[in-house]
């Protein structure tokens, strides 16, 4: 499957914006999609993550409650409506897609996924 990331941009504190990730190719009928984020010099976290059937969304605790995730199985694209946006959020965010419906502890690691999009930026100022 490829991943194609956008809608990222520049945005004031306490601002909104919504992220879409589009798949195309072989696309699959189970599985799990997920938003990752990266700082300038620190590593790649997970942020949220939903199967492919939309169901069972999860939250890295730093956005919970002012993000959601979303997935929309008609047009193979998912969504992370950010809202109340901090400085802290400024990060390079990156989709990721893995076939096999993950367990909790793996969800969350980068090195689950086979499949990403590549990145977009989000800059969140004070």
């Known amino acids: 499957v490829q991943l194609q990331a956008s809608g990222g941009g520049w945005v004031q504190a306490g601002g909104s914006l919504k992220l879409s990730c589009a798949a195309s190719g072989r696309t699959w009928s189970s599985g799990t999609m997920t938003w990752f984020r990266q700082a300038l010099g620190k590593e790649r976290e997970f942020v949220a993550a939903?199967?492919?059937?939309?169901?069972?969304?999860s939250y890295a605790d730093s956005v919970k409650g002012r993000f959601t995730i979303s997935r929309d199985s008609a047009t193979n694209t998912m969504y992370l409506q950010m809202n109340s946006l901090k400085p802290d959020d400024t990060a390079v965010y990156y989709c990721a897609a893995e076939p096999r419906r993950l367990i909790l502890s793996q969800v969350r690691l980068p090195g689950s996924y086979d499949s990403w999009g590549q990145g977009t930026l989000v800059t969140v100022s004070s």
């Open positions: 939903i199967r492919w059937s939309g169901a069972a969304p």
